[in-house]
């Protein structure tokens, strides 16, 4: 059903603005225990452990994800909405709501949580494949870091980290720049970023805090193998803002994300802009319900403004609202309950409503839960406007709607060992999919497709100098009008890390990784090799505060080519320093 008065009720939302950002301050939104039973959590402790110098090389180790240094996904999806300190930076200019990295490092965080194939009942559309949850550290004198690496391929980075707090005052500044030349003509690529922290803590449930980014990108867009882009330039731009405040309970964000893409190519004669501007407000509340459990309350607001050279300036808007129960009793105190729905009222899309329902049953050493959700994922301007040298644009795109079932265990049968299983079953209509043909590749809404699989991870440490974590995914994504695979989408995954410390100062890791084969068509007559890569990472401690590491990726320098046909990076290394204060 449309939203009726497409652009009275949008306009008036406009002057509302201010007003939801003051009444705001009373109040984005936390994961109640509840829902904790089934989230998959990484501590500030085992971040250190995992001697991650970058936050997709720290994600790459959680069963089900990849992450690259701009992109994200979950069991095969790349809609998964990710929020930095309760405000959301997903890229409003990409092409699948991707996210640049570069904005936090694995040192600055305390703390991960990630939910898969779920979330959109309580974070919104676009996160049928799973929500991020990243906290950065709180301190309470004067901290900071300083770090830069260097190595082949013309690669140098530098970034430095100050924060300060003083009562209930807290302050933060960071900023870093990275440029390498690339594995491969016009693979070259410079980024620089800044960005700022301002927050106070009036009580323990109190606050309110002002933050902002900036991130300045600039890269050669190389092409496949087969069909090379030798002149495809890309530069970014992307500025973000938020007020976020907590009132015991209740909890806001106003933010304002501003992204720009700018595509050229001399030899095709291309030279696109791609603008979008994302204004929105989030505002919730848990309630006491009783011995049963909690409510939670909730409404937001989005409004986008996007122009590009292909395209009239446009915009459009979502209001939700969204309510949730928790429900667990004393009789059945190792069970519980969470149900909810959301409703969105879109403006450029049909209305759609996104229900979830949880149970888990907490055992003494293992926890079972079974879940089903579902998510309406909206296509990207990029994906409807945006020209590259490698992409058309489709403007007919429809939302796309997924229905996701799925089951998960967890044990730990030893303080050493720990494992976990889970299955999931992702029903989409009108799946948007990136199809290539001769070089060149349009986003297409697919009818019908399914993804069936189950992951598995272990988590065996049978030395307090040897840990090792391993996970093996499988996935099936079917077209269920032609009966074909989905393109871009490997059946098998495993992955393995071994964590060795033979002494206090000294951790090395070695990782490994295998994708099977992928078709980059959608008549399954052309396809891409599966690959193994091996990588090496250590860090030595010269003192507290003063620490080496060193890094090489694809170790046996393998040529490999990435599931959407893109060249892999032959081998690489780093040497680098950090210095803490």
């Keep these: 059903m449309p ?72 069991h095969g999806s790349s809609k998964v909405r990710v929020f930095l300190d309760g405000r959301p930076i997903n890229d409003p200019t990409s092409s699948t709501g991707g996210v640049t990295w570069y904005l936090v490092t694995p040192q600055d965080v305390e703390r991960i949580e990630i939910i898969r194939d779920k979330g959109a009942m309580k974070y919104g559309q676009d996160a049928s494949a799973g929500v991020i949850l990243i906290t950065t550290r709180t301190v309470q004198t004067l901290s900071g870091n300083v770090k830069a690496y260097g190595g082949n391929q013309e690669t140098g980075y530098g970034q430095a ?40 803590d009036f009580t323990d449930s109190r606050s309110l805090a002002l933050a902002g980014s900036y991130i300045l990108d600039e890269r050669g867009l190389a092409g496949q193998p087969a069909y090379p882009t030798p002149h495809s330039r890309k530069e970014s731009r992307n500025l973000g803002l938020s007020l976020r405040g ?30 979008v501007a994302e204004m929105g407000e989030e505002l919730s509340t848990t309630l006491k319900s009783g011995r049963f459990g909690e409510a939670q309350l909730g409404g937001a607001f989005k409004m986008f403004r996007a122009s590009g050279s ?16 928790s429900l667990r009793c004393a ?70 709607v997924s229905d996701n079932f799925n089951l998960s265990f967890f044990a730990r049968p030893h303080e ?40 598995l991870a272990l988590d065996w440490k049978p030395h307090q100098a040897v840990n090792l974590k391993a996970s093996y995914i ?52 052309r396809s891409i090799p599966g690959y193994f890569l091996l990588d090496l990472r250590g860090e030595y401690s010269v003192s507290k505060t003063i620490s080496l590491f060193a890094e090489i990726e694809n170790l046996l320098d393998k040529d490999y080519l990435y599931v959407d046909g893109l060249q892999g990076p032959s081998r690489t290394w780093i040497l680098g320093m950090n210095v803490k204060f």
Excluded at 246 to 260: E, L
Excluded at 387 to 399: A, G, V
């Design 161 to 200: 980290n100050l924060r300060y707090r003083r009562g209930g005052l807290g302050v933060g500044v960071n900023g870093g720049g990275e440029t390498t030349g690339g594995y491969t003509v016009n693979n070259d690529k410079t980024r620089y970023q800044g960005g700022g922290r301002l927050s106070y």
């Design 246 to 275: 907590v009132y015991d309970r209740t909890t806001s964000t106003t933010y304002y994300n501003r992204g720009s893409q700018h595509n050229t190519d001399v030899s095709r004669n291309l030279d696109q802009k791609l603008r």
């Design 416 to 455: 050493a060992l720990s494992g976990s299983v889970s299955l999931f079953y992702n029903r989409l209509k009108d799946r948007i999919t990136y199809v290539s043909l001769g070089g060149v590749g349009q986003y297409q809404n697919f009818g019908r497709v399914t993804y069936r699989g189950g992951d």
């Design 474 to 525: 499988y996935m099936e994504a079917k077209d269920q009008e032609s009966g074909k695979t989905v393109t871009c989408k490997p059946r098998h995954t495993v992955k393995a890390d071994l964590y060795l410390k033979p002494f206090q100062a000294l951790t090395a890791v070695i990782s490994g990784k295998y994708t099977s084969m992928a078709y980059i068509d959608k008549n399954n007559t």
């Design 310 to 325: 292909s395209f009239d300036a446009t915009h459009e808007e979502t209001y939700s609202l969204y309510a949730a129960q």
């Design 331 to 400: 009789e059945l105190s190792d069970f519980s309950l969470y149900v909810g729905v959301r409703v969105n009222f879109n403006t450029a899309f049909d209305n759609s409503y996104n229900p979830e329902i949880k149970l888990v049953y907490t055992g003494n050493n293992w926890n079972a839960s079974a879940g089903y959700g579902r998510a309406n994922n909206t296509p990207s301007f990029y994906q409807r406007y945006n020209r590259t040298s490698s992409t058309i644009p489709n403007p007919s795109l429809d939302m796309e």
């Design 3 to 74: 939203f009726p008065d497409r652009h009275g009720v949008g306009g008036r939302a406009f002057f509302l603005c201010p007003l939801i950002a003051v009444v705001s301050v009373l109040g984005p939104v936390t994961a109640s225990a509840q829902e904790r039973d089934d989230m998959i959590v990484i501590t500030a402790d085992e971040i250190a452990a995992m001697k991650a110098n970058r936050m997709e090389e720290l994600l790459n180790h959680v069963p089900g994800v990849s992450a690259g240094d701009s992109s994200i996904s979950i």
